[in-house]
């Protein structure tokens, strides 16, 4: 496979993405608007270091939120820089922490073998709770009870702490289920896709070596989609940030749309609060758009309280007017 020299890869960026590919060290926010270029951004800057400044690719952690984010990724590095592309960590959270937590479970009780439980596998464990307590799960269904469960894991809360916080009938009977679930799940020596975060972090926090060893793994770390980060996530990034704070975080609080599922827009917010030092990046030309619809996107969003300013623009002229079409339902 032909690998691209390294002009070639600043050639085709305009001057906000080759900004921001450009930087090195210390924290960096990009502001993503809609299509305007950022698995360009993300893709390059990887080229990037490892080309110009010659970092290993498995000193990056590039973390995505889908599998075919990830798989996009991989495809477009290799084309840039041909095999050892492969080395880089580019993964989605919970694949990215299952492969560290292999190496660090036995410190929390689990052997490097243990299973990942599928969606149907995790309620079926918690009808099982239900049963050993005597519920009916009618009245509390399996799927609402692991919601419940998935949440708190979410935010870094374990059975106990749980427990402490109950103040409903229902509450109790979650933390009931949940200090069980984790047993039954401890006992067959598997994990859950939230396990996957909460173990690592745990792991990240009780031991100082275990710390040590991904802060100095992971010298660069890149996450896309960082308005939709959660606790968990969150805190996984500050823990393996270490000294250096080398976090490169793309998004956009434009397109924040999962708070329902945990995501905290305050995450991306408070990006310089949390990262002294940090500087931000906003990417504003879009290439999918014209600006008679970029002119209309601006003036909705403009109106949101929390965000982070932009101002699309379009290069591919001003299109049709934007129309409204009343059609039945």
């Given at each position: 496979?032909?690998?691209?020299?390294?002009?070639?890869?600043?050639?085709?960026?305009?001057?906000?993405?080759?900004?921001?590919?450009?930087?090195?060290?210390?924290?960096?926010?990009?502001?993503?608007?809609?299509?305007?270029?950022?698995?360009?951004?993300?893709?390059?800057?990887?080229?990037?270091?490892?080309?110009?400044?010659?970092?290993?690719?498995?000193?990056?952690?590039?973390?995505?939120?889908?599998?075919?984010?990830?798989?996009?990724?991989?495809?477009?590095?290799?084309?840039?820089?041909?095999?050892?592309?492969?080395?880089?960590?580019?993964?989605?959270?919970?694949?990215?922490?299952?492969?560290?937590?292999?190496?660090?479970?036995?410190?929390?009780?689990?052997?490097?073998?243990?299973?990942?439980y599928?969606?149907?596998?995790?309620?079926?464990?918690?009808?099982?709770?239900?049963?050993?307590?005597?519920?009916?799960?009618?009245?509390?269904?399996?799927r609402?009870?692991?919601?419940?469960?998935?949440?708190?894991?979410?935010?870094?809360?374990?059975?106990?702490?749980?427990?402490?916080?109950?103040?409903?009938?229902?509450?109790?009977?979650?933390?009931?289920?949940?200090?069980?679930?984790?047993?039954?799940?401890?006992?067959?020596?598997?994990?859950?896709?939230?396990?996957?975060?909460?173990?690592?972090?745990?792991?990240?926090?009780?031991?100082?070596?275990?710390?040590?060893?991904w802060?100095?793994?992971?010298?660069?770390i890149?996450v896309?989609?960082?308005?939709d980060?959660?606790?968990?996530?969150?805190?996984?990034?500050?823990?393996l940030?270490?000294?250096?704070?080398?976090?490169?975080?793309?998004?956009?609080p434009?397109?924040?749309?999962?708070?329902?599922?945990?995501?905290?827009?305050?995450?991306?917010?408070?990006?310089?609060?949390?990262?002294p030092?940090?500087?931000?990046?906003?990417?504003?030309?879009?290439?999918?758009?014209?600006?008679?619809?970029?002119?209309?996107?601006?003036?909705?969003?403009?109106?949101?309280?929390?965000?982070?300013?932009?101002?699309?623009?379009?290069?591919?002229?001003?299109?049709?007017?934007?129309?409204?079409?009343?059609?039945?339902?």
């Amino acid at each position: 496979m032909s690998v691209a020299p390294h002009e070639d890869l600043l050639a085709d960026l305009n001057p906000a993405q080759r900004e921001a590919v450009l930087h090195v060290d210390g924290p960096l926010l990009v502001i993503a608007g809609a299509g305007s270029g950022k698995t360009r951004v993300l893709t390059h800057r990887v080229a990037h270091l490892i080309r110009a400044h010659g970092v290993r690719p498995n000193e990056i952690l590039a973390i995505t939120f889908t599998n075919k984010a990830a798989g996009e990724m991989r495809e477009r590095l290799e084309k840039m820089l041909g095999r050892q592309a492969r080395a880089a960590w580019i993964l989605t959270f919970h694949a990215a922490c299952g492969r560290m937590l292999r190496r660090d479970a036995e410190r929390l009780g689990y052997r490097s073998t243990f299973t990942i439980y599928d969606q149907a596998d995790q309620v079926r464990v918690v009808r099982a709770c239900l049963e050993d307590l005597g519920v009916d799960p009618k009245r509390f269904t399996p799927r609402g009870i692991h919601n419940q469960i998935s949440n708190a894991k979410n935010q870094l809360i374990g059975p106990d702490e749980y427990m402490s916080r109950v103040a409903s009938f229902y509450d109790k009977t979650v933390a009931e289920v949940y200090e069980r679930y984790q047993r039954r799940l401890i006992t067959s020596n598997a994990v859950d896709f939230d396990d996957m975060l909460m173990l690592t972090v745990e792991a990240l926090e009780r031991f100082p070596e275990v710390r040590a060893h991904w802060q100095h793994t992971f010298r660069y770390i890149l996450v896309d989609e960082y308005q939709d980060t959660n606790h968990a996530q969150y805190r996984l990034l500050q823990l393996l940030a270490g000294e250096e704070q080398n976090v490169f975080a793309v998004g956009d609080p434009d397109q924040s749309v999962y708070g329902f599922r945990g995501a905290d827009i305050n995450n991306i917010l408070d990006f310089e609060r949390d990262f002294p030092g940090a500087h931000s990046i906003a990417l504003e030309q879009n290439y999918r758009s014209t600006n008679a619809i970029l002119g209309s996107a601006n003036a909705v969003i403009e109106n949101n309280r929390d965000r982070k300013p932009k101002r699309l623009f379009s290069e591919l002229g001003q299109g049709e007017p934007v129309s409204v079409v009343e059609v039945e339902d």
